[in-house]
């Protein structure tokens, strides 16, 4: 059914700007963010110890505040007074659980401060260590895993029955890919995968670890062996994993109600209470009136409780104008419930049966985000939220080679994830692959003079200082032949795409009032730094003009002037540009001997930057922890590091500087595309403006940087460092007294560079920086959830820096 795609040719935020969409927020999916906390919550206590006394005792300490494996603190008998708070790392803190030191025959004994203040401090700890809030002891010795990670491959669980409560089937971890776990099904090793496994997320109701079955009276089919520690692995996550109470229902045998089958949620159906295990839990079936499956309950039927998703009274598809779907056999074009309670002898399920109505969650129609798909649960597909109903959305699937009816599911369903999950996870999405159309059929053939020869691209020649070399060695060895305006255009924008600044070159490109080929004036477009430049650029028109068209071009972007042309460069080049680089490339074709092509004389320029959507006006990034902002893209940086375009903040601020005159008015996409698509024939002229005004130039002084130096000879892994220390940082001054340019340069030094702009613009300072957390770096940056983890592990390094050197 789905189509087989490279997920590599996908990106989140190119289709969400294609399709003028926004994604769900992040903080939607509630199960995702909570796979990626250690367990460890605010109100937990634990045993630390003291070590400002000299025999080094332990004592009680409260959970204050949670952020990633750093803990904050308070010693038991501060109340609520929080001068004594401090942090600790879990990686490397002496903590243990409550009742550990009596076991191990450590003392105990609280500091001078709360000696002070609690003078019976022994009354104090006997009342601490006899509540029931102790930190697990898994969690402390497994030093701040994730849950997720604490389920690996082999790890044994059991799963309740979908229709008996009283049976659960033993089962294995076969995969866990961010908590969704693949499982094999006991006494099934010889039965194919489709018969034999199935996906859950780890927060599944119906997930128990080994012994549940025994521990409640239920029969277990089909035990498998494991090991002792995976077991007892399992048993210690389940025991912490956050299960909410199950309320208590009032439903009984017979009642009628409304359902969406869970087998296929793709519409709303009458279905009947067929039986009551216990005050908490439920059977219901779908109805059916052909009378072919009447007697066998586990058809159609699942077990529910009073606040399962999908089960709602009778006329509430009416109420909110939805379509019924008849059960199967059902004599009539319009059903009616009346009608059929009647038929039926039944009575509906009064409606304080169910939970009251809610719509508190931040899903909206038109919204993106990644969903299972029902049918072939191990596919994840680009989703779009079509309808709401209060705690319920309709999804429509994409990247579906036939399609299927939209899937209903609830806002807190353990199937659907943020944009970007699979991305994340390593794990492939399917999604909407637009028709492929041959370059060749989009490039006009010409005749004649007008007929462009072939363009190669010789990856070996000297790239200049703005087109990145890694990927002109990506580009198709030729484009053309065909219409030369068709072709050259072709030839610039995989160019432009080609550079460190898309931006940048696109400047360079455009028309030159000095040097004009009474040419075909182009729009050309590029995106840079989660803005959107388009500028005109004059174009040949006659095959004779095109090898020097290209030479030129080239010389504007100070590069080997073969580097892109007609002509085909086999081993060596003409120009010898792999000896003469510097000699000749940079000083006789860069900026010491030739004219910048920058604006045209009297001050105008046509390149246009930050084009917004129509209606939208531009808007300033507004402040951190004071409101939410609206999607960005200014995390989308394709500078590399340490490349020359992308290095030093007074090159990226004189050059979005330089942009800002050219701004003008904002125009709209859709105008823009029209204007520039009809009466192309000659180069728009500028419209006259005064002189421009020579602006006093300022002296920038130097910021104050701090020191910092990692301990290892290289910089830290891109790589996610969930369950790993973070690398240690030697930090000269305190964060504390940080600028909002020392923080920018500190970000700068790390793989996260490309987000220093966002620290610049929303000013954060060093006391800013030392209050960001996972959450609120994804709230309020809007980051994806990979660039977020990846900044998170650098500003963790800065607080572990502060708070072992400077806090103490």
Request: aromatic residues 8%.
């Amino acid at each position: 059914m789905e189509q087989h795609q490279d997920v590599s040719d996908f990106n989140w935020d190119d289709y969400l700007e294609e399709n003028g969409a926004v994604s769900v927020p992040h903080h939607a999916f509630k199960h995702v963010d909570q796979g990626l906390q250690t367990g460890l919550t605010p109100g937990m206590k634990l045993e630390v110890c003291v070590r400002s006394e000299t025999d080094q005792p332990y004592w009680v300490a409260t959970i204050i505040t949670t952020c990633g494996q750093l803990l904050l603190l308070r010693y038991e008998g501060y109340h609520d007074d929080r001068r004594a708070d401090f942090w600790c790392d879990i990686m490397t803190a002496d903590l243990h659980p409550l009742g550990w030191s009596r076991e191990q025959g450590k003392p105990m004994r609280p500091p001078e401060g709360v000696r002070e203040k609690q003078p019976d401090w022994e009354g104090v700890l006997e009342k601490a260590l006899a509540e029931k809030c102790s930190a697990p002891a898994n969690l402390l010795e497994g030093r701040g895993k994730d849950p997720v990670d604490l389920l690996s491959p082999g790890c044994s669980v059991e799963l309740q029955d979908s229709v008996d409560p009283g049976v659960a089937w033993g089962a294995e971890v076969e995969e866990n890919i961010g908590g969704r776990l693949r499982l094999r099904l006991a006494g099934t090793e010889r039965l194919p995968d489709t018969h034999s496994t199935l996906w859950l997320y780890y927060l599944h109701p119906h997930l128990h670890p080994p012994g549940w079955a025994k521990e409640h009276g239920c029969t277990l089919r089909q035990r498998i062996s494991n090991q002792p520690h995976d077991e007892a692995l399992s048993e210690e996550f389940y025991k912490v994993k956050d299960r909410p109470a199950i309320a208590v229902h009032c439903f009984t045998e017979g009642m009628k109600l409304e359902a969406v089958d869970p087998a296929s949620p793709f519409c709303i159906s009458p279905a009947t209470v067929i039986k009551v295990f216990s005050d908490e839990c439920f059977l219901v079936k779908m109805d059916s009136l052909r009378g072919d499956d009447s007697g066998a309950e586990g058809v159609g039927s699942f077990l529910c409780h009073r606040d399962s998703p999908g089960i709602f009274p009778a006329q509430w598809s009416l109420k909110n104008g939805l379509p019924l779907s008849p059960p199967p056999g059902y004599q009539g074009q319009d059903f009616d419930w009346a009608d059929y309670l009647k038929q039926c002898e039944a009575e509906a399920a009064p409606q304080h049966c169910f939970p009251a109505e809610q719509s508190d969650h931040s899903f909206k129609e038109a919204m993106k985000l990644e969903a299972v798909n029902p049918l072939s649960p191990e596919h994840i597909h680009v989703a779009t939220v079509t309808k709401v109903k209060g705690q319920h959305i309709w999804l429509g699937l994409e990247g579906l080679k036939q399609a299927i009816p939209e899937l209903i599911a609830h806002v807190d369903s353990l199937d659907i994830f943020p944009v970007s999950w699979c991305e994340t996870n390593g794990y492939p999405l399917l999604y909407p692959i637009k028709p492929k159309v041959e370059k060749q059929r989009r490039i006009a053939v010409g005749n004649g003079k007008y007929c462009c020869p072939k363009i190669f691209f010789n990856h070996r020649c000297f790239s200049g200082p703005y087109l990145n070399k890694g990927r002109i060695a990506e580009l198709p060895q030729c484009v053309g032949p065909g219409n030369c305006v068709l072709v050259l255009k072709e030839v610039l924008t995989l160019l432009i795409n080609s550079a460190y600044k898309p931006s940048r070159v696109l400047r360079e490109l455009q028309l030159d009032q000095e040097d004009r080929w009474h040419g075909h004036g182009e729009t050309l477009k590029a995106k840079y730094k989660g803005k959107s430049y388009r500028a005109t650029v004059e174009i040949v028109r006659t095959a004779d003009c095109v090898a020097e068209f290209c030479r030129k071009t080239c010389i504007k972007l100070e590069c080997c002037p073969n580097l892109f042309g007609p002509r085909m460069v086999l081993e060596r080049c003409s120009e010898n540009c792999s000896v003469l680089t510097k000699t000749k490339y940079t000083y006789y074709y860069g900026k010491k001997k030739c004219k910048r092509v920058g604006r045209p004389p009297g001050g105008h320029s046509n390149l246009e930057g930050g084009v917004k959507r129509r209606g939208r006006r531009r808007k300033r990034r507004k402040q951190l922890f004071v409101h939410k902002k609206r999607r960005s893209s200014a995390s989308l940086d394709n500078t590399p590091a340490g490349s020359p375009q992308g290095s030093g903040e007074e090159e990226d601020l004189d050059e979005e500087n330089s942009l800002s005159d050219d701004t003008g008015s904002e125009l709209q996409d859709d105008q823009d595309d029209s204007e520039y698509s009809i009466g192309k024939s000659q180069p728009p002229t500028p419209s006259p403006s005064p002189p421009a005004t020579p602006r006093p130039t300022r002296k920038r002084r130097k910021p104050r940087s701090p020191s910092y130096s990692d301990d290892e000879n290289h910089p830290p892994s891109p790589k996610s460092s969930r369950g790993q220390a973070p690398q240690k940082l030697c930090l000269e001054t305190s964060p504390l007294e940080w600028s909002v340019t020392d923080v920018v340069c500190f970000i700068r030094t790390t793989d996260c560079a490309p987000l220093a702009r966002i620290f610049l613009d929303q000013e954060i300072d060093g006391q800013a920086l030392l209050l960001l957390n996972l959450p609120t770096l994804q709230e309020c940056m809007d980051l994806k959830l990979g660039p977020a983890m990846k900044l998170c592990h650098h500003i963790e390094r800065v607080k572990l820096e502060f708070y072992q050197k400077f806090a103490t």
